[in-house]
């Protein structure tokens, strides 16, 4: 299994839902990743957990909160958004910094709040 | 100061001809590496071809080749033989040692006409 999953892919959701992302691989990948990606621009990095600790905050909004229950599986909890969060939400995994194989990246969760 | 500068916003090509993207990047670390990656309309991130600091050789994957010029600090993507199906966002990204952060270009719309 090569792959991050990703769920769901669409979602919508009000300023005073609450809300999840989930995301899951099986590589065996000992980091994972949320990315934010606003329309036509490059994905910047939310949080990164290493050996399901969380390792990088970038300074994001309290209203986002990661999970890490294991080593397959990492959540984004959602709270009180506003409509500026409204992206695609990327997650991804990477074994470390010498693999070759690049950062292995789910298909995204695109949000809307309304 | 950007770490990565991609300075195609768009660029055009003809079916079966090559084309090459740019990417320039900026660091002070003898340890690092550089990825490209391609993000159709869909949204997933492909990842397409890594090149290690300490690589003597140029990277080559299928079509694509990585044209690395270490002491410009420039690292090239080529794609041999453009398909309509290449037509998509294409990102450079560098990660530094031990840094767990990926870190992104605000990449180049290729567009493969027929």
């Known amino acids: 299994d090569t792959e991050v999953t990703q769920t769901p892919k669409h979602l919508v959701m009000g300023m005073t839902n609450k809300k999840s992302l989930k995301c899951e691989q099986h590589m065996g990948h000992r980091a994972m990743y949320w990315y934010k990606q606003k329309a036509k621009k490059p994905p910047e990095l939310m949080f990164v957990y290493s050996y399901e600790k969380l390792s990088i905050n970038e300074s994001v909004p309290s209203r986002f909160s990661p999970e890490c229950p294991n080593s397959s599986l990492l959540n984004l909890h959602l709270h009180a958004l506003q409509p500026e969060d409204s992206a695609l939400y990327l997650c991804?995994?990477?074994?470390?910094?010498?693999?070759?194989?690049?950062?292995?990246f789910g298909s995204g969760t695109r949000l809307t709040v309304v | 100061a950007q770490k990565i500068t991609q300075t195609q916003p768009g660029m055009f090509v003809q079916e079966k001809e090559a084309v090459t993207l740019d990417c320039t990047y900026d660091?002070?670390?003898?340890?690092?590496?550089l990825f490209w990656y391609k993000q159709p309309s869909s949204g997933e991130m492909i990842f397409l071809i890594y090149?290690?600091?300490?690589?003597?050789q140029n990277a080559t994957e299928g079509r694509y080749s990585l044209n690395f010029q270490k002491a410009r600090k420039s690292a090239n993507l080529v794609i041999s033989a453009s398909q309509l199906g290449d037509s998509a966002m294409y990102f450079c990204a560098m990660r530094e040692a031990p840094s767990e952060k990926l870190v992104f270009g605000k990449g180049t719309k290729l567009t493969v006409n027929p």
């Open positions: 090149q290690g600091s300490y690589d003597e």
């Open positions: 660091t002070s670390d003898q340890s690092y590496g």
């Open positions: 991804a995994s990477s074994q470390d910094f010498f693999s070759r194989g690049g950062y292995t």
